[in-house]
């Protein structure tokens, strides 16, 4: 059972340090929520929800947000100190 837990709070860390990435990613690009939510077509709330580390965007948007975004789709996966 603790192995279970265990991988739970991993799989949460890694998104929480996903959604903090594109949040990076939008203030480096001096972009709001609602202007990158609108630029990739999506609904605010999901943006918020992968922001939050609650959901993780599908491979078609998740390549949707590196091009809006213009960033290297490396940021997103690895170290922490890789920049944009």
Do not use: C, W
């Amino acid at each position: 059972m603790k192995s279970r837990v265990k991988h739970h709070e991993q799989i949460h860390n890694i998104k929480r340090e996903f959604g903090n990435r594109i949040i990076k990613a939008r203030q480096k690009a001096r972009v709001t929520q609602s202007d990158l939510a609108l630029k990739m077509g999506i609904d605010i709330q999901k943006l918020r929800d992968y922001e939050n580390g609650k959901s993780t965007p599908s491979p078609v948007i998740f390549a949707t947000l590196v091009r809006v975004l213009e960033t290297n789709p490396k940021f997103f996966f690895g170290r922490p100190r890789l920049s944009l």
